[in-house]
């Protein structure tokens, strides 16, 4: 079983070609002991190029190359890795499997060095490519397509051949960003999606009024006459397709869940009884202000949003900034620890971390030179002053890139609480109960019974007139109906 993985270099070509192929890693004797003689005999090395004279030479024939045909720039070359199961071979039939990986996917017209470590517990062969043709001088373009359609399948193949064992994929897999976060249980744009969908179809009658409730919880949506049904959250910038979030989420996944569920035929249940304990005082404590108030808002808006339990359209609009919730809660507790009101504080904070991270430095660099010279009992003493030096060290420039994000990151803060705040006080506006009043000019003459203002003043005036004592009707002066003088001489 082979995995294969591709880094671009954009950069310092000469020093991963110097990785793939460093004797400490590609020797046997290297892996027992660094410093083994390189003489010996039994030192056997697993290092390999192509259309290159000789390993120690081949960066100079691949710059050579590029010189010649002035392609310098850009992308120097692709790094290819291809790892194996602990086990499975021998460091010979690994390093002949990498190269003939590299043989079949460049051929005769790239540079390349095959190097096959052994300081790990699985082998793995470090291939590096020149990114520029020796015989045309085109240049190797490596993408997804690349990768599925030629270097993965290519490996499988070479496993087949060998009676290795092969990965077959089981469906779609997942994003990096998306394989993290479920890892670390946070949540991601796709996972609030998803939460969303699920609590709407519970809601739906049929996929038509599922698009209708869509729309008004704030995602456009595009269905009908697309060959795929994509939706795109409330202040998101690009569609995801609803096909994209899994099986259960497709057109025809939602529409059986909806006629599976039938909820409006079910009976609603009594809510359990909560109990709730108190905890700490309730001693007044320091009414937070500047930064730290800044924050704890946006830190309590993220929190209802991950959650569920904050308002709808503004927990939508802070989709995106839910996955970076561990961000802002760190620089929260950041300000509240150190007392950073303003940006004064900050700077001040900020600059003070800075004398003493290079204080530190300054004392622990000596260190280094007395471990070296001291003997075996001094060198544990100052082994262990170093690490704690290191330690120490380690937390002032975490402190110090907080301080760094805070300051990137406050402008942006401040301007999603207000917009938030913007959205949150118009639906509470839109969810007022409408008044019914009456038109205070009313060519009829009605009163306007719910008062209030001067339309209400003026009807309550004219009510007055209208009714008295027990709700009998006083007619007018002059305008006695005749049907009431009927009434009265009966």
């Not at 460091?91 to 190269?99: A, D, F, R």
């Not at 490596?142 to 399948?153: D, E, I, L, S």
């Not at 089981?170 to 998803?194: F, N």
């Not at 110090?400 to 406050?410: K, P, T, V, Y």
């Amino acid at each position: 079983m082979a995995v294969t993985k591709i880094c671009v270099i954009r950069e310092q070509l000469e020093k991963t070609v110097q990785y793939a192929a460093n004797e400490k890693k590609t020797s046997l004797g290297g892996v027992i002991d660094y410093a083994v003689n390189p003489d010996k005999t039994e030192q056997r090395l697993f290092e390999s190029c192509l259309n290159c004279g000789s390993v120690a030479t081949a960066y100079d024939d691949m710059a050579r190359t590029k010189q010649r045909f002035g392609k310098s720039g850009g992308v120097l070359g692709y790094h290819f890795i291809q790892s194996f199961k602990p086990g499975e071979l021998t460091p010979e039939q690994t390093h002949e499997i990498g190269v003939e990986f590299a043989k079949r996917l460049f051929g005769d017209r790239f540079e390349v060095v095959v190097g096959t470590h052994l300081d790990k517990h699985h082998l793995h062969n470090h291939i590096v490519v020149n990114s520029v043709s020796f015989r045309d001088g085109k240049k190797l373009r490596c993408n997804m397509g690349t990768y599925f359609n030629q270097v993965q399948r290519i490996s499988d193949d070479l496993c087949r051949e060998h009676g290795l064992s092969v990965i077959t994929p089981k469906g779609k897999g997942l994003t990096h960003q998306e394989w993290k976060a479920k890892k670390e249980g946070k949540p991601t744009i796709r996972s609030q999606i998803r939460r969303d969908i699920d609590g709407l179809i519970t809601k739906s009658l049929n996929f038509t009024t599922f698009l209708d409730l869509l729309k008004r919880s704030g995602y456009e949506v595009k269905y009908g006459n697309y060959k795929h049904t994509a939706i795109r959250p409330p202040y998101s910038k690009r569609f995801i397709r609803l096909d994209s979030l899994g099986k259960q989420y497709t057109d025809a996944g939602i529409e059986r869940r909806i006629l599976q569920q039938r909820s409006w035929s079910r009976k609603t249940l009594p809510l359990p009884k909560r109990h709730y304990r108190c905890k700490g005082s309730f001693q007044k404590s320091k009414k937070h202000s500047g930064f730290t108030a800044l924050y704890f808002h946006y830190v309590y808006l993220l929190r209802g949003a991950v959650k569920g339990t904050g308002r709808k359209k503004v927990s939508r609009f802070l989709l995106e900034d839910t996955v970076k919730f561990d961000r802002y809660l760190a620089q929260h507790k950041f300000l509240v620890q150190n007392h950073i009101d303003t940006t004064a504080d900050l700077l001040a904070v900020k600059a003070a971390l800075q004398v003493k991270i290079e204080t530190a430095v300054a004392e622990q660099r000596p260190l280094y030179d007395e471990r070296r010279i001291a003997d075996e009992p001094q060198k544990e003493l100052l082994s262990r002053q170093v690490a704690a030096h290191t330690a120490r060290i380690k937390g002032l420039r975490h402190d110090f890139q907080l301080c760094r994000q805070i300051e990137a990151d406050a402008e942006r803060v401040h301007s999603r609480v207000h917009d938030a705040q913007k959205i949150a006080d118009k639906e509470e506006l839109n969810h007022e109960p409408k008044q019914r009043s009456r038109r205070a000019d009313d060519p009829r003459g009605y009163p306007n019974l719910r008062g209030g203002g001067e339309a209400g003043g003026a009807g309550s005036e004219e009510f007055s007139r209208f009714v008295s004592g027990a709700g009998k009707r006083e007619p007018e002066a002059g305008r006695q109906d005749e049907y009431e003088e009927a009434a009265e001489k009966r």
